[in-house]
T-cell receptor, first 113, second 119 residues
Framework: AQSVTQLDSQVPVFEEAPVELRCNYSSSVSVYLFWYVQYPNQGLQLLLKYLSGSTLVESINGFEAEFNKSQTSFHLRKPSVHISDTAEYFCAVAYKGGNKLTFGTGTQLKVEL | GAGVSQSPSNKVTEKGKDVELRCDPISGHTALYWYRQSLGQGLEFLIYFQGNSAPDKSGLPSDRFSAERTGGSVSTLTIQRTQQEDSAVYLC?????????????????FGPGTRLLVL
């Protein structure tokens, strides 16, 4: 069965500092990878996804994630965070052709002044 | 356009009672998912509907849980004889499905969730 590990439950960081949220998955077969974000008092929304092609994917608000097949990782990074990035971030994986996403337990990113 | 809506937003019930949770997906979305988010846990897949195909019920935790989708649109998740461990946020999501590659490559659009508390 697939599993997703987000080792850090909370990541505090100062504004304008870089951040990396880690995600590792268990599957060795072809997968799709996603990061979803949940801002305070809002629903989950897609941040970015890897389907195929370039292993580096970017979001419109400056986040990027790199698919590393050998390390089965899909870490999320941002070179300079803002207060508005405070949210919970969920990594998810799906088999190609499958029916469901398997989510990690989430990482709470708290950006401080 | 309108997003995924869920009702009620909050539900408090007594142990042993039945509850019904409703999801109204985005118009035109053929795929519909239910997830459960318990405190300190990730999102747990419950069930998946796609058009007129038989649903994938592999994530339902017990036979007390059931779901239906009428007319390929609105879905209802029913929990019978609720237990305290059923307390969680129940999330619904919908997506399109392109031909080939399966539904999971498509972005899932989530509703705001129903927060269920079983006393």
């Amino acid at each position: 069965a697939q599993s997703v590990t987000q080792l850090d439950s909370q990541v505090p960081v100062f504004e304008e500092a870089p951040v990396e949220l880690r995600c590792n998955y268990s599957s060795s077969v072809s997968v799709y990878l996603f990061w979803y974000v949940q801002y305070p008092n809002q629903g989950l929304q897609l941040l970015l996804k890897y389907l195929s092609g370039s292993t580096l994917v970017e979001s419109i608000n400056g986040f990027e994630a790199e698919f590393n097949k050998s390390q089965t990782s899909f870490h999320l990074r941002k070179p300079s965070v803002h207060i508005s990035d405070t949210a919970e971030y969920f990594c998810a994986v799906a088999y190609k052709g499958g029916n469901k996403l398997t989510f990690g337990t989430g990482t709470q990113l708290k950006v401080e002044l | 356009g309108a997003g995924v809506s869920q009702s009620p937003s909050n539900k408090v019930t007594e142990k042993g009672k039945d509850v019904e949770l409703r999801c109204d997906p985005i118009s035109g979305h053929t795929a519909l998912y239910w997830y459960r988010q318990s405190l300190g846990q990730g999102l747990e897949f419950l069930i998946y509907f796609q058009g007129n195909s038989a649903p994938d019920k592999s994530g339902l935790p017990s036979d007390r849980f059931s779901a239906e989708r009428t007319g390929g649109s609105v879905s209802t998740l029913t929990i019978q004889r609720t237990q305290q461990e059923d307390s969680a946020v129940y999330l619904c999501a919908s997506s399109t499905e392109r031909t080939g590659g399966g539904p999971t490559r498509e972005t899932q659009y989530f509703g705001p969730g129903t927060r269920l508390l079983v006393l």
